[in-house]
Nanobody
Framework: QLVESGGGSVLAEGSLRLSCVAS????????MGWFRQAPGKEHERVAT???????AYAPSVKGRFTITSDKDKHAVYLQMDSLKPADTAMYYC?????????????????WGQGTQVTVS
């Protein structure tokens, strides 16, 4: 089970921090990530972090967003700075219970319920 928190409404250039805590995950050091989905669009990979804490970002957020993880807590965080209206979407935490840390949403099997981020 993945539980996200931290979404909300913010003005452009503002910041938000998303949190996701996973429970019941027995796979050791899984790839964890954040995806987002705007109305009428497909899931978009925002950022991922693997078991070695290697990170990867979508070009549209690189330099503005930072993903971190806490292995002991099975948690992943997304610090979002310099937010833009184009960042408005439902943000989802996801975990991959297999090797590798891909970018496609379909490669992740565990998903949270999502948290809304609105930038105006």
């Amino acid at each position: 089970q993945l539980v996200e928190s931290g979404g909300g409404s913010v003005l452009a250039e503002g910041s938000l921090r998303l949190s996701c805590v996973a429970s019941g995950i027995t796979y050791r050091d899984p790839c964890m990530g954040w995806f987002r989905q705007a109305p009428g669009k497909e899931h978009e990979r925002v950022a991922t972090v693997d078991g070695y804490e290697h990170t990867a970002y979508a070009p549209s957020v690189k330099g503005r967003f930072t993903i971190t993880s806490d292995k002991d807590k099975h948690a992943v965080y997304l610090q979002m700075d310099s937010l833009k209206p184009a960042d408005t979407a439902m943000y989802y935490c996801a975990v991959r219970l297999n090797s590798g840390c891909p970018t496609r949403a379909r490669d992740f099997s565990e998903w949270g319920q999502g948290t809304q981020v609105t930038v105006s």
